[in-house]
Nanobody
């Protein structure tokens, strides 16, 4: 499986972005998918996961929505009310029994940079 993340960019605080992650592979619909982020000098952290349901980190809950379109082999992360502390490299990942555990994923995308200015 290959993952291609896109949609990052520079946005002012309070703005919105929608990240996309396009996946190859015929079994995409069965994969648990996750979004993670890593800010400079910090560890990679869970942002959102989607399988049958969706799961969010407390830091983004209420501001972000994860979704998937199995027909397009794509998952999305809509982020609203962005804050400077959301600035990070955002990664999508696929195929994990534990959506919140970055070490348990088998496939990773290359990351897309989100920068939120104050």
């Amino acid at each position: 499986v290959q993952l291609q993340a896109s949609g990052g960019g520079l946005v002012q605080a309070g703005g919105s972005l929608r990240l996309s992650c396009a996946a190859s592979g015929r079994t995409f619909s069965s994969y648990g998918m996750g979004w993670f982020r890593q800010a400079p000098g910090k560890e990679r952290e869970f942002v959102a996961g989607i399988r049958r349901g969706t799961y969010y980190a407390d830091s983004v809950k209420g501001r972000s929505t994860a979704s998937r379109d199995n027909a397009k082999n794509t998952v999305y992360l809509q982020m609203n009310s962005l804050k400077p502390e959301d600035t990070a490299l955002y990664y999508c990942a696929a195929d994990s029994p534990d959506l919140r555990s970055w070490g348990s994923y088998n496939y990773w995308g290359q990351g897309t940079l989100v920068t939120v200015s104050s």
